[in-house]
C-alpha cells in the first residue's frame, strides 16, 4: 500500500541535542511538507520542498533544517537552536497539482526533557 | 494573504444529533477548501475537499460541506453524530493558482455524547 512513513513514532533527547526525524513516501509525489502540531495551533508549516535538491521555509523554520537528496525522502532535524521544540511533527507529501491535496503520515511526538 | 478561522475550539453534540463545525476563509482569489480529521496521536485524514465544482460536497463518513461564496463559509455538516466521529476537525483553504500552501485553522475538537 501507498503511503507516507514517520519514524520514530515517540522521541526523547535532552535539550541541547540535536534529532532528526524521517519522513518517507512512496506515493511517486513531487512536494513533500513538514508541519508542528501544538495544542489550539493548528498546524504551522515548517519546511517544503517541491523537487529534489530544493527546499523553502515555512512559517516559522528557525531552529530547523531538511534535505531533499531523494524525491521519497524529506528528513526533519530539530536543533538545538529550537527554542520549544516539544511538539507533534506531521509530515505530509503531495502531487503539485493546483489544489495541493495533502496526505498525511502518522506523526512524531518529540519531547524535551 | 488566505486565513481561515474556525469558531469554536470545542463542539460537544448527543450521539444522534446533527454535527456542525464552522469555517470561516478569506482569500483574494477563488479557494480550494479542505476538511481534515485527526483521531488522537494519528495524522491528518482527508474528509472533503472543494475545488470549484459543486458548491455541496459530499465527504467519507456521512459528512458533507456547502461551499458558500457570499458567507465566505464552508462549514462541516454530518446529520446524526455517532461515538465514533470524536475527533479534532481542521479546515485549511488554499487560493487557486497561488504559490502559497495550505493555510490551516486552529482546529475544533469534537465529543460525541451517549
Known amino acids: 500500500d501507498g503511503g507516507i512513513t514517520q519514524s520514530p513514532k515517540y522521541l526523547f533527547r535532552k535539550e541541547g541535542q540535536n534529532v532528526t526525524l524521517s519522513c518517507e513516501q512512496n506515493?511517486?509525489?513531487?512536494?513533500m511538507y513538514w508541519y508542528r502540531q501544538d495544542p489550539g495551533q493548528g498546524l504551522r508549516l515548517i519546511y517544503y520542498?517541491?523537487?529534489?535538491?530544493?527546499?523553502q521555509k515555512g512559517d516559522i523554520a528557525e531552529g530547523y533544517s531538511v534535505s531533499r537528496e531523494k524525491k521519497e525522502s524529506f528528513p526533519l532535524t530539530v536543533t538545538s537552536a529550537q527554542k520549544n521544540p516539544t511538539a507533534f511533527y506531521l509530515c505530509a507529501s503531495s502531487l503539485l497539482s493546483d489544489s495541493r491535496e495533502l496526505f498525511f503520515g502518522e506523526g512524531s511526538r518529540l519531547t524535551v526533557l | 494573504a488566505q486565513s481561515v478561522t474556525q469558531l469554536g475550539s470545542h463542539v460537544s453534540v448527543s450521539e444522534g444529533a446533527l454535527v456542525l463545525l464552522r469555517c470561516n476563509y478569506s482569500s483574494s482569489v477563488p479557494p480550494y477548501l479542505f476538511w481534515y480529521v485527526q483521531y488522537p496521536n494519528q495524522g491528518l485524514q482527508l474528509l472533503l475537499k472543494y475545488t470549484s465544482a459543486a458548491t455541496l460536497v459530499k465527504g467519507i463518513n456521512g459528512f458533507e460541506a456547502e461551499f458558500k461564496k457570499s458567507e465566505t463559509s464552508f462549514h462541516l455538516t454530518k446529520p446524526s453524530a455517532h461515538m465514533s466521529d470524536a475527533a479534532e476537525y481542521f479546515c485549511a483553504v488554499r487560493p487557486s493558482g497561488s504559490a502559497r500552501q495550505l493555510t490551516f485553522g486552529s482546529g475544533t475538537q469534537l465529543t460525541v455524547l451517549p
Open positions: 506515493l511517486n509525489h513531487d512536494a
Open positions: 520542498s517541491q523537487i529534489v535538491n530544493d527546499f
